[in-house]
């Protein structure tokens, strides 16, 4: 068991080695490389993507209305304030 641990450990720790080189009608000149139409294409539109999602936002909070001016003893405006959490009394409850 010990022997099967050690060699699957010296497996994994061999070095690789190095690839083969490339076949002589190959080789390209990385100054040359460039990502070319598909690339500007999709740069593009992801530009126009983010402009039509940042109009979309500020014309989402400019919607967004709030009142400025709260009360100044209750910060949420005073509509927390009226909630009955006792539950409902016998009045509330119709009778049968």
Do not use: C, H, Y
């Amino acid at each position: 068991m010990v022997a099967a641990v050690v060699g699957a450990v010296s497996v994994l720790w061999a070095e690789t080695p190095n690839p083969a080189p490339s076949p002589p009608g190959r080789n390209i000149d990385p100054s040359v490389l460039s990502p070319g139409l598909v690339g500007f294409l999709l740069f593009g539109g992801l530009a126009v993507a983010i402009v039509i999602l940042v109009l979309s936002m500020n014309r989402q909070l400019k919607k967004i209305d709030f009142d400025e001016e709260a009360p100044s003893g209750d910060p949420d405006g005073g509509s927390a304030g009226n909630i009955d959490i006792t539950g409902p009394s016998n009045k509330d409850v119709p009778d049968s």
